[in-house]
């Protein structure tokens, strides 16, 4: 449900999946044929960029960044158990006060009507899927549910009730109206599984996740 807001090759924040994938989504728009606000962000990428490793790597850069991460946790402190560790510092997330208002709410630009051109991007994905001939099962993650002051009006601090609300109902439709599988597990985890913020689960909020998708595809496939 979260947008981009912000030029991700300018963006303060560096992030990386949307900085490597910029020629990927540059291919897919040309082939399939969709149009998001995000296509002139990307098309704005600096011409040194376009024609660097960063770009252009592929699965090397990939193997390099992999590399490093690792020799980087190793080199420091080669006992850590990282997947006990909170990815950014903080209190756990129920510790937190809900901000108000949220950061996505009704008021803000592209959600007033629900689903818009956006939502497109689902349908190349299943025709994409179609094409190779594998399965597309789309999953709606949990929200953390927070309660206590402002959790009347907003589910967490990112999400308002009454556009989250609109967003799911809207997501059902949408899914039944082009029989996309859909699996909602909004609701799914207690908040004590989630780490320090709402968007994070901890390693048992994990495992409950992913033994649910795999339940699920396993239906999807009729296997047991």
Request: glycine letters at 4%; charged letters at 20%.
């Amino acid at each position: 449900m979260r947008a981009l807001k912000k030029n991700p090759v300018l963006d303060r924040h560096g992030c990386q999946f949307s900085l490597e994938s910029i020629s990927l989504i540059t291919d897919l728009q040309r082939r399939y044929d969709f149009n998001v606000w995000e296509m002139a962000q990307f098309a704005d990428a600096d011409a040194w960029y376009q024609s660097s490793i960063l770009a252009k790597g592929g699965r090397i850069r990939d193997w390099i960044n992999l590399l490093a991460r690792t020799l980087r946790s190793a080199l420091i402190n080669p006992s850590r158990d990282l997947t006990r560790e909170y990815l950014l510092p903080g209190e756990p997330v129920t510790q937190q006060p809900i901000k108000f208002p949220a950061e996505i709410t009704s008021e803000l630009p592209g959600y007033g009507t629900l689903p818009n051109s956006r939502w497109d991007l689902l349908l190349t994905g299943q025709r994409m899927a179609q094409e190779a001939g594998v399965p597309l099962l789309l999953v709606n993650e949990p929200i953390y549910i927070a309660s206590g002051p402002h959790s009347d009006v907003n589910y967490n601090s990112d999400y308002e009730r009454a556009v989250y609300d609109r967003f799911r109902n809207a997501l059902t439709t949408f899914t039944q109206d082009h029989q996309l599988r859909y699996l909602d597990l909004w609701n799914h985890l207690p908040p004590e599984e989630f780490s320090n913020t709402a968007l994070h689960y901890n390693l048992q909020g994990n495992i409950h996740i992913a033994r649910e998708i795999m339940q699920e595809l396993q239906a999807f496939n009729g296997l047991h």
